[in-house]
C-alpha cells in the first residue's frame, strides 16, 4: 500500500488544517488508520487513529476536542481535521495504515507509512 499525504501548510495560531492521506488500492479499507507526528529533535508520536469502518477512533490527549480523524473507504483517504491550532503543533505529520483493522495506538502494528507533510503553526 502506497499512502499519500497533504494539506499541510503555514497557518497562524487559532487556525485549522485538514490533512488528507490516499492510499493506493482497495484493500485500504481493510486496514486500521493513523496519524502520527514528528517534532524537530522529538520522536514520532501517535495523533489518532481510526478503525476500518470508522466506527472506532483514539486519540492522544492533546488532539482530544481540536482534531477529528475520519475516512472515506470509497475515496481511499483518511482526514486529519485540525482546529484551534498551536505552535507547538508544529511537525511533520503521517498517515500509517495498521496491519490490524482497529484503531490501534501500537506503532509497531503500523506497517505502511505516508511520506510525511509538513504543518508550520505561527504565534
Known amino acids: 500500500v502506497q499512502l499519500q499525504a497533504s494539506g499541510g501548510g503555514l497557518v497562524q495560531a487559532g487556525g485549522s488544517l485538514r490533512l488528507s492521506c490516499t492510499a493506493s488500492?482497495?484493500?485500504?479499507?481493510?486496514?486500521?488508520m493513523g496519524w502520527f507526528r514528528q517534532a524537530p529533535g522529538k520522536e514520532r508520536e501517535l495523533v489518532a487513529a481510526?478503525?476500518?469502518?470508522?466506527?472506532?477512533?483514539r486519540y492522544v490527549d492533546f488532539a482530544k476536542g481540536r482534531f477529528t480523524i475520519s475516512r472515506d473507504n470509497a475515496r481511499n483517504t483518511v482526514y486529519l481535521q485540525m482546529n484551534s491550532l498551536k505552535p507547538e503543533d508544529t511537525a511533520v505529520y503521517y498517515c500509517?495504515?495498521?496491519?490490524?483493522?482497529?484503531?490501534?495506538?501500537?506503532?509497531?502494528?503500523?506497517?505502511?507509512w505516508g511520506q510525511g507533510t509538513l504543518v508550520t503553526v505561527s504565534s
Open positions: 488500492r482497495r484493500t485500504f479499507s481493510n486496514n486500521g
Open positions: 481510526i478503525s476500518w469502518n470508522g466506527d472506532m477512533t
Open positions: 500509517a495504515a495498521s496491519r490490524t483493522a482497529y484503531s490501534t495506538s501500537r506503532y509497531s502494528d503500523y506497517r505502511y
